[in-house]
């Protein structure tokens, strides 16, 4: 089981702050491929990969990072915080 | 060295004056307030700021930390509010100690820059028109560059 | 804009809440606190500022306007304290106020290096084995250079 | 007469804060010699001009500045303030 948090308007966009999901997947990429088959509003939210920042386990990483043992993935707009 | 995320607003010069304390070679003291400025428009009735709340307290540490090693200071401070914010309150406030004002204000700077655009944070502008969320600059993170 | 040459003491959250106040489109204010640092002995006894008191308030005018027109300041503020300080104690303060803060930065960076080596003060550095007029340094005429 | 002014070492080499002059020195540099040659105190406060700076009349400028009307003219070392 893995923890998947949305921030910002991706969290709008799917509906939920998180979830916990079963997945085989191996990195982010694969995961996000994922989701977008599963339902619609996953499509419009990671239709544009580069609007959008991934942490794996709270730390920033890119989307070809691995998944394996995390027990937390982030996805959100880029900050606009200070 | 402090990091607090924080709902409540904060008093900068009770803040500044714990931070003065106490270390005998500090000569340099640079502080940063950002405030809840108003749109061209004069339209906003108030700020909604999200965060990643297991995140920030760790990334900005980290930040703190870098600063901190890289500039020999003698104490660093960053407080940021999340929440439901108007026009002309307290965002957040950065404070940075050291020996001379050139690494004061460096450190202070880069801690802004990173904060800017690493800091897990999310800003929502209400309006009387409905809401937008405060799309991240090209600058901002050009700004990382220098550092 | 203020500019204030004084003997007494500041309260420097005090001056940052007033400074804060009636300008709805300042997102920034940066702060410069100059402090009284002990020397590598620790032998300090205290400071004496000296000042060219017809002088030193036009001087510090001058800058402090450019400063407002170059970075497009809300407001600028300064102030200097002469006479006897000891350890710890508060020498000086410049704040900035602006839309973003890069220009706040800057420009308080700008009046620093030009309160440095420009506004007419002298430091006399006062310890258990007399006293000694503090010397100008190399790097702080150098910087006036980047701006 | 022109207000001449001292400030920190050069006050305490000359011993005094300032004094009141009749001159007829057209420059800044004039006025040095002219002190140079009046007294003791004042060839040892202006022995090397690189380390002094001078004001006419509150306004910063160079040692062959020309003093026709001036009011005040300040000698002192590099500021140090801030």
Same mark, same amino acid.
């Given at each position: 089981?893995?923890?998947?948090?949305?921030?910002?308007?991706?969290?709008?966009?799917?509906?939920?702050?998180?979830?916990?999901?079963?997945?085989?997947?191996?990195?982010?990429?694969?995961?996000?491929?994922?989701?977008?088959?599963?339902?619609?509003?996953?499509?419009?939210?990671?239709?544009?990969?580069?609007?959008?920042?991934?942490?794996?386990?709270?730390?920033?990483?890119?989307?070809?990072?691995?998944?394996?043992?995390?027990?937390?993935?982030?996805?959100?707009?880029?900050?606009t915080?200070? | 060295?402090?990091?607090?995320?924080?709902?409540?607003?904060?008093?900068?010069?009770?803040?500044?004056?714990?931070?003065?304390?106490?270390?005998?070679?500090?000569?340099?003291?640079?502080?940063?307030?950002?405030?809840v400025r108003n749109n061209?428009e004069?339209s906003l009735l108030n700020m909604d700021i999200?965060?990643?709340?297991? +995140?920030?307290?760790? *990334?900005?540490?980290?930040?703190?930390?870098?600063?901190?090693?890289?500039?020999? !200071?003698? %104490?660093? /401070?960053?407080?940021?509010?999340?929440?439901?914010l108007?026009p002309?309150?307290?965002?957040? +406030?950065?404070?940075? *100690?050291?020996?001379?004002?050139?690494?004061?204000?460096?450190?202070?700077?880069? !801690?802004? %820059?990173? /904060?800017?655009?690493?800091?897990?944070?999310w800003k929502k502008e209400i309006t009387k028109k409905g809401y937008h969320w405060v799309e991240?600059?090209?600058?901002?993170?050009?700004?990382?560059?220098?550092?």
């Open positions: 089981m893995i923890k998947v948090l949305y921030f910002a308007w991706v969290r709008e966009r799917i509906g939920v702050p998180y979830e916990m999901l079963e997945t085989q997947s191996g990195t982010v990429m694969e995961l996000v491929e994922e989701l977008k088959q599963k339902e619609e509003r996953y499509k419009v939210a990671f239709s544009d990969l580069s609007a959008l920042k991934v942490a794996v386990d709270q730390e920033l990483c890119e989307f070809d990072a691995e998944l394996n043992g995390a027990l937390e993935v982030a996805f959100f707009p880029p900050m915080g200070g | 060295m402090r990091v607090s995320v924080q709902l409540d607003d904060f008093d900068i010069g009770q803040e500044l004056d714990l931070f003065r304390n106490g270390k005998s070679n500090t000569g340099a003291i640079v502080s940063f307030q950002g405030i061209s004069n999200e965060q990643y709340p297991g +995140m920030t307290q760790k *990334a900005i540490s980290k930040y703190v930390t870098t600063a901190v090693e890289r500039w020999s !200071l003698n %104490d660093a /401070l960053v407080i940021h509010r999340h929440g439901k108007f002309g309150d307290q965002i957040m +406030m950065v404070a940075t *100690a050291a020996i001379h004002r050139h690494d004061a204000f460096q450190s202070a700077e880069f !801690l802004m %820059d990173y /904060l800017k655009s690493r800091a897990p944070f991240s600059v090209f600058d901002d993170e050009k700004a990382l560059e220098r550092w």
